[in-house]
């Protein structure tokens, strides 16, 4: 070989070997760049999962807390455990349907299945199972139910295997479905816990979809496991794991797979031989449970998992459930993104040396090699997985890769040749050949030479994130520039994502209505909210508690916590003890619940403190002021009604729907006799009836037939009154109000005495009664016949209708030698009062005609008023009645039109063709100690034809009320009434004018007497 010919070829391989060194070092910052983004990503997949699971763990031992401290479940947990311990008597018992009523609409709504009641031995005293009520120790034993009941704290399980037949993922129902057991100590009335609630929690559903949601990629999955390497969630590999025989065909993964490394990879292994029991734990198990708690691993070189599969992991040990987790994902996916970037380098460093040795041969090669050249660069740069485009000085795009046309949405055909700003957006599209050109001139490099995110245009007009890196390189005169750009459009969603969560905690944390704080392992703190300085009333005398609460970061929550012992609200005591408690309270890892109270025990907050992983806290504080008012009040009324209750002089009860007692007052238990056996909150009140059935209280007759028809009144909505005697004549009455929803109210009262008082007021009454009775035919006897109207009338009708059935209303006639005299009176008030007046005006009447035989009105009116004023003592001062009446009288004479009229304070009514006129008396009753002993009236000669009506009426017409509204009937109406019935015969009148006043009057009730009469003259 020539000398020049082997220099050539020294430099040559000195290039290729140059080349190669590169492309190896690029390809480790490749490597290693992504193994930092893939540690990245599972570590925060990682702490996503891990804070899912406090949050999910916070809610359910919450709920537990709420449920077991309920007043209701703790009054029916107390009656429980006074039932015998078979399951005949616990099943029957009435706080069975309680709890379940109670307890199951919200365990389904906070994502739970069955409960258990379980006392101290292990006896189930109530369950949404009827079948386990009355089992020992099939749910959970008597030594576990103490230990629980011994450490007074709420506890939750690790996924285990159901002691009971539940229904799994597939309906199919039998014992072993994997479940958590949450178990909460039910406190005593005394303060102490008597029993514990237990509750499952579906280990697939609930438990295994935490870590269902943080899967990466097609490959990755996260699971959790317990100390023993036992997988205690689901597999996302299930089908895999039945194909490899891990699991058998209708089992799942969860607790039946131990994560073990099997040596070789499973899905690939020529032979079927299954892997070994005992192999060794995985890496990430392994170091997890060897770790401490809140100890983290990550690895992402590769170790195999349980199926052998190379995987790269982040591990962590949750401290108070007892396990670990892990999130993985396949190695080959993992870094799947390095082959385009492998073979990407590999083209270039191929191109660099393919181009040095050209350049070293010095072009000696064909066009047809160069062809063969560009081809091969093409291919090499088509399959890199970035895009990859060069151009020229002016900006003209002279490669397009295939990766580009991806991202981009163009063909190469669409690019090449064009200005490469048609792959911008708008302005900075505008701007590139500026760049270009200043960089030409002055060397000033914005994008040359770096990495970083830029904005692109697709085809499709809409923005792309992307990473940019650009190089340039002199090729002869002309500079060329090739732009590496990787589309991280994911990224940036992420990103995006995980900007907003931060949002909306910080939004959420603002507006929170309680104060909330976070703590490190060294008790500072990591966050607080603003509504934390509104509760808990900060001391001024700690400086920084005068800042922001976002500036508390780093802060010692102990100076806080003396300042609040110093200053007294933690009760008296020395400030450094109190500090020292209180700090050794937050920072255990024991759940903490108190109350404080402030401005002299007019406020009240709580304080709900959650140990964190790392040693640390999460305190939340609520205003409870108002809840303990309410509960004061509450206790107060409660109290008041019972007191009330049991000092009423009627019995009282109410039942459920089941006619179970609910309320009831010792009155109750009197009245009806009953032992204190039958009487009792959630006791069947059948036992009641029955007792009373068998003991006479409800007369002779079958026993179940008179239960059957008493419980019958308890079951169809409405009121229902009865009366039972009892056997020693005790007389009850029994109103029952049975409502629509269920259950009833009843009270009884003791009539005994009222009856006794009733049939000596019964017989009274009979007596009175008759008396009245026999009055009013003697009242009735006094008053003129109608027929004899019928001498001096040629139509006429009278209506008489006392209130009562004598009444002081009183009519008059007397035929006289020349005519004959009318008159109609309304004496003071009415019944056996009024009616005594009537006889007295009746009498005074007759005497006036006697003295005054000429029947001239206005002397029958003056002799009547001394005649009453005379038989009542109102002429002197020491008569005590002041008794009168108001009366008219209408004088008539034989052959002639004319009437003479003179009235006490009362009128005669003349209905004419043309209306209505009234012709009023004097202004002055009859009788009354303020009228004069010889007091005057008026006489009135008042003409008339035959067409004429004539209506004399006492106020019982006018003042009576009704109508719609409720006023009273009126002289007006009256009038108008008179006058629209003139044409009708006197009968037919009565008829209409007594149905008006009925209709006008409805179920209003008569105000007086009411007395009217009607007539025509004959003429």
Same mark, same amino acid.
């Given at each position: ?295 983290? #691993? ?75 050249? *560009? ?17 020229? #000085? ?49 060397? *000033? ?108 970061? #780093? ?149 179940? *037939? ?314």
């Amino acid at each position: 070989m020539r000398r020049g010919d082997a220099l050539l070829a020294g430099v040559a391989l000195a290039a290729l070997a140059l080349t190669a060194l590169f492309a190896l070092g690029g390809y480790k910052l490749v490597v290693d760049e992504t193994r930092v983004d893939l540690r990245n990503t599972l570590e925060a997949i990682l702490d996503d999962t891990r804070a899912d699971l406090v949050a999910w763990e916070k809610r359910h031992r919450e709920a537990a807390v709420r449920w077991s401290q309920d007043a209701d479940v703790r009054r029916w947990v107390a009656e429980l455990m006074q039932v015998p311990r078979e399951p005949a008597f616990l099943v029957d018992a009435y706080a069975q349907s309680g709890l379940r009523k109670q307890l199951v609409p919200l365990m389904k709504a906070a994502g739970q299945s069955e409960f258990f009641i379980i006392a101290g031995d292990g006896t189930v005293l109530a369950s949404s199972l009827p079948g386990q009520v009355g089992t020992r120790g099939q749910v959970m034993d008597e030594a576990t139910v103490q230990r629980r009941l011994a450490e007074g704290e709420v506890a939750l399980s690790l996924p285990r295997p159901s002691p009971v037949s539940l229904p799994d993922a597939r309906g199919n129902v039998a014992v072993g479905h994997p479940v958590m057991y949450l178990v909460a100590p039910v406190a005593g009335y005394g303060g102490e816990s008597d029993a514990v609630l237990v509750t499952f929690i579906d280990a697939t559903a609930e438990f295994s979809s935490i870590f269902q949601r943080a899967r990466l990629g097609l490959s990755g999955e996260t699971y959790a496991f317990d100390r023993t390497g036992l997988m205690v969630s689901e597999s996302r590999f299930d089908q895999q794991l039945r194909q490899i025989g891990l699991i058998g065909d209708v089992q799942t993964s969860i607790l039946n797979v131990q994560v073990r490394d099997p040596g070789r990879d499973l899905l690939r292994a020529a032979d079927s031989t299954p892997p070994l029991d005992d192999g060794p734990l995985t890496l990430a198990v392994r170091q997890a449970v060897a770790g401490g708690v809140g100890d983290r #691993g990550v690895n992402v070189t590769g170790y195999r998992d349980y199926r052998g599969v190379p995987v790269a992991g982040a591990w962590v040990w949750h401290p108070t459930l007892g396990v670990g987790m892990v999130t993985e994902l396949d190695l080959d996916e993992a870094l799947a993104s390095l082959r385009p970037a492998r073979l990407t380098i590999a083209a270039l460093a191929i191109l660099s040396a393919v181009l040095v040795v050209l350049q070293a041969l010095g072009y000696a090669r064909s066009a047809r090699a160069v062809l063969r050249r *560009e081809r091969s660069l093409a291919a090499i740069i088509d399959t890199a997985a970035d895009g990859i485009i060069t151009i020229g #000085g002016d900006g003209i795009v002279t490669r397009f890769s295939a990766a580009a046309e991806r991202i981009f949405g163009y063909r190469a055909g669409e690019v090449v040749g064009r200005n490469v700003s048609l792959l911008m957006p708008g302005r900075e599209g505008g701007l590139h050949d500026d760049y270009l050109r200043a960089y030409a001139e002055t060397g *000033e490099s914005r994008v040359i030479r770096m990495s970083r995110e830029v904005v692109g245009r697709h085809k499709d007009g809409r923005d792309l994130p992307l990473e940019l890196a650009v190089a340039d390189a002199s090729v002869g005169d002309e500079t060329v520039f090739t732009g590496i750009v990787r589309d991280i459009s994911e990224r940036k969603a992420a990103e995006a994502a995980l900007a907003e969560k931060e949002h909306q905690l910080s939004a959420a944390l603002t507006h929170m209505s309680d104060a909330m704080y976070m703590l490190d392992s060294e008790g500072r703190f990591v966050l607080a909210n603003e509504r934390l300085r509104e509760l808990l009333d900060l001391p001024d005398d700690v400086e920084w508690t005068r800042r922001p609460t976002a500036e508390w970061v #780093g802060q010692p929550v102990a100076e806080l916590i003396r300042a609040h012992a110093v200053r007294g609200d933690y009760g008296w005591g020395d400030p450094d003890e109190l500090t020292a408690k209180r700090l050794e309270e937050l920072m255990n890892d024991a759940h903490v619940r108190r109350e404080m109270a402030f401005d002299d025990d007019q406020r009240f907050v709580e304080l709900r403190k959650s140990p964190t992983a790392g040693g640390g806290a999460v305190v939340v504080i609520s205003d409870t002021t108002q809840q303990k008012m309410a509960e004061v009040i509450l206790a107060e009324k409660e109290e008041m009604f019972r007191l009330a209750l049991n000092n009423m002089s009627d019995g009282v009860y109410s039942v459920d729907e089941d006619l179970n007692f609910r309320v009831f007052n010792r009155r109750y238990v009197q009245l009806l006799g009953l032992p204190d056996n039958l009487v009792a909150e959630g006791r069947p009140m059948t036992g009641a009836i029955r007792f009373a059935a068998e003991n006479g209280f409800y007369g002779p007759g079958d026993v179940d *037939e008179i239960v059957e028809e008493r419980l019958a009144d308890y079951r169809e909505p409405g009121f229902r009154e009865r009366e039972v005697v009892s056997p020693d004549g005790t007389v009850i009455n029994i109103r029952i109000t049975a409502l629509v929803g269920g259950g009833a109210v009843v009270a009884l009262t003791d009539r005994t005495e009222r009856r006794k008082a009733e049939q000596e007021l019964a017989e009274a009454f009979g007596i009175i009664s008759d008396s009245i009775h026999y009055a009013s035919r003697i009242q009735r006897s006094i008053l003129p016949a109608e027929k004899f109207l019928g001498e001096s009338t040629s139509d006429h009708f009278v209506v008489w209708q006392p209130r009562d059935q004598v009444g002081g209303d009183m009519y008059w006639y007397r035929r006289l030698d020349d005519g004959f005299l009318i008159a109609l009176g309304d004496c003071t008030g009415h019944g056996v009062p009024g009616a005594f007046m009537t006889l007295i005006a009746t009498g005074a009447l007759d005497r006036a005609i006697r003295e005054c035989p000429e029947g001239d009105p206005s002397r029958v009116l003056r002799i009547m008023n001394r005649s009453i004023k005379l038989v009542l003592g109102q002429y002197a001062e020491i008569g005590e009645s002041d008794d009168g009446m108001d009366i008219g009288v209408c004088r008539f004479f034989d052959g002639t039109t004319r009437m003479t009229f003179a009235g006490a304070k009362f009128s005669v009514f003349l209905s004419e063709v043309d209306g209505v006129h009234e012709v009023k008396g004097d202004k002055v009753s009859l009788g009354y100690r303020t009228v004069p002993l010889d007091q005057p009236y008026t006489n009135h000669e008042v003409p008339y034809t035959s067409e004429t009506r004539f209506y004399l009426a006492t106020d019982g017409l006018t003042d009576q009320v009704g109508g719609d509204g409720g006023r009273m009937f009126g002289k007006r109406r009256a009038l108008t009434m008179f006058h629209t019935l003139r044409d009708m015969s006197m009968d037919e009148q009565r008829e209409n004018i007594l149905a008006t006043f009925d209709a006008y009057q409805g179920s209003q009730n008569r105000r007086d007497d009411l007395t009217l009469i009607g007539f025509k003259v004959r003429v």
